[in-house]
């Protein structure tokens, strides 16, 4: 077993080393850091990430640099009990999204959010604004699809820096986001969040499973019903390889 320093306990899924973390617990350790100004990053696991990572050493090794790896499914929940940790919870991005942003307006913390189309990220900030009108939103961008060139990207940090954002969330996708974040490490001076698809449940651009479903694990069913054309590749095939090569990791012994 090992462990995030001073923090959490970790249980290694398939090679990716998940915190055992709490919403709580996550959300003082963010604000503490963004106080302190230091560059952090976070992410929240699901299946499909995990499973990204057994297929891509070099995105499993990303993954492992990362300060926190949050067990964000409840499979990954599941797994966590299984490997000793009871009492393990769902860190779901989301609502760590809805807390963070509660708590930087109470602490008067600047954020920022990057990715997302402009379209969703226009939607999202009005969202955030109306529920947190005291909020003080020091960033926000919409990054282009293709990948930046060198000079693009050392803008996109010096604009992050001068608006004096703490808490960065950052809207991706995986796997593209979580490398974002392992790159900009010690690069932008904030607690950087890879949430996914927050910007979009939050921005009322795509529909949330129903908390029934989340607390079964069925939020993949869900969003696979809505999105059948872009998810069930991702889910019918990594689903199943998912419960094989864990299952072969229990019956090892390994963890």
């Given amino acids: 077993m090992a462990e995030v320093p001073g923090l959490f306990a970790t249980r290694p899924i398939l090679g990716v080393n998940v915190a055992v973390s709490s919403c709580d617990t996550v959300v003082e350790r963010c604000l503490t850091w963004a106080q302190a100004r230091e560059s952090r990053t976070l992410c929240f696991s699901t299946v499909h990430m995990i499973m990204e990572a057994v297929d891509d050493p070099a995105f499993l090794h990303r993954l492992n640099s990362i300060d926190i790896v949050n067990p964000d499914g409840v499979p990954l929940v599941w797994a966590l009990g299984a490997l000793g940790a009871r009492g393990a919870q769902r860190v779901y991005g989301p609502d760590i999204t809805v807390l963070m942003l509660e708590a930087a307006e109470k602490a008067r913390i600047p954020v920022g959010f990057f990715g ?135 019956l090892a012994g390994q963890g």
């Fill in 116 to 250: 997302g189309s402009q379209r969703v990220l226009n939607a999202l900030v009005a969202t955030v604004r109306a529920k947190h009108p005291r909020l003080n939103i020091a960033y926000q961008e919409s990054p282009p699809f293709r990948a930046m060139t060198e000079e693009e990207d050392q803008a996109v940090i010096d604009r992050m820096t001068a608006s004096g954002t703490r808490l960065l969330f950052v809207g991706l996708g995986c796997p593209k986001q979580e490398n974002w974040l392992v790159e900009h490490a010690g690069k932008v001076p904030a607690v950087m969040l890879a949430v996914g698809a927050a910007f979009d449940f939050l921005a009322g651009a795509k529909p949330q499973a129903p908390r029934w479903m989340m607390r079964c694990g069925l939020e993949w069913l869900f969003r696979l019903l809505t999105e059948p054309r872009r998810l069930a590749r991702r889910y019918l095939k990594n689903n199943p390889r998912f419960v094989v090569k864990f299952l072969r990791q229990l």
